[in-house]
């Protein structure tokens, strides 16, 4: 990197920074510039701006290049910098917790209208897999009196997890559990929401996945087995005995998997019914099932 005419300026680093993204095909190229210079140099992208003609001094841009070096790398840019928005807030992420992603949305939002249905009465929810906490952080910050619950096999994740809900004040009334899906709690009914977003990538795929996702996200947070539904199957076999009669099971799935998910409600007799949401890109991403009111096992 070098400047011939005069110093390296915010302006003029942040078109050089364009220009060697796009040719080395990084996605998003000038956004990505502008992020990874407002986090080197600690200011607003906005600042970016409003200090176009700063110059940058040679502590400055070593880091900056070294930044530049990480994405060229394909590291994503959440990683390089710690923090992604997601819903109301940033999150902290870190390498082991997979990136909320904007489509996971859709799932805070169809979880709040679900509870906010259900009436006044404090709910209890509970998310498994919950990586950096985005939705269940998002959720439990919106509504201080409901109970919930993060569950998470990988202990990286829980940490992440609990530092994100440290940062909002209003989220005292989440509590952090280890374990495999369901397996650390007592099979009775007494969640009114059950939230997840599982690993619903089919094994094979994942070689195909972009190098920021298969070379820096955690396997355990994509791979969903030989069709991708290995997990949903588990939890949707499983979900009924956690649930309040009536209760909500909400999974994020993958979009061509509406019909997969379809079959496997067939063989789960306790919940009455099925519905799915699409995500802001228009593709199916999210599953509701109710669990019927009356048990339908014989007594
Ligand atoms: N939506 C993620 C992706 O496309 C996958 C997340 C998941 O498997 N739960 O990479």
Known sequence: MASDQGPWTIKKIL????????????????????????????????????????PLNPDELASFRGLIKRRIDREPVAYITGSRGFWESDF???????????DTEVLVEVALKVLG????????????????????????RSHPEWQCFA??????????????AAMEPQC????????????????????D????????IPSRDIETLQPEINRYEPLLALDGGPDGLDCVRTIMAEACDYLVPGG???????????E??????????????IEFFNDYAGLHRVVKLEKKIANSKPL
């Open 151 to 164: 569950c998470d096999l990988s202990l990286t994740a829980l940490g992440v997890a609990a530092s994100n």
């Open 172 to 191: 005292s009334n989440l509590s952090f559990v280890a374990g495999s899906w369901f397996s650390s709690f007592r099979p009775q009914a007494q969640f």
């Open 15 to 54: 078109t050089w920074t364009d220009n060697y993204f796009k040719s080395n095909e990084v996605d998003s190229p000038r956004l990505a510039a502008e992020i990874l210079l407002s986090h080197c140099l600690d200011i607003r992208r906005l600042d970016l701006y409003l200090q176009h003609d700063r």
């Open 260 to 273: 997969g998910v379809g079959q496997i409600f067939k063989n789960c007799p306790d919940f009455a019914s």
């Open 117 to 140: 249905q259900k009436g006044d009465k404090p709910r209890r929810v509970l998310e498994l897999g919950v990586g950096s906490g985005a939705v269940i952080v998002s959720l439990a």
């Open 193 to 200: 929401l059950v939230v997840s977003n599982p690993p619903y």
């Open 248 to 258: 909500t099971l909400l999974l994020e799935t993958g979009s061509d998997q509406r």
């Open 92 to 102: 902290k992420v870190a390498p082991g917790v997979l990136i909320p992603r904007p």
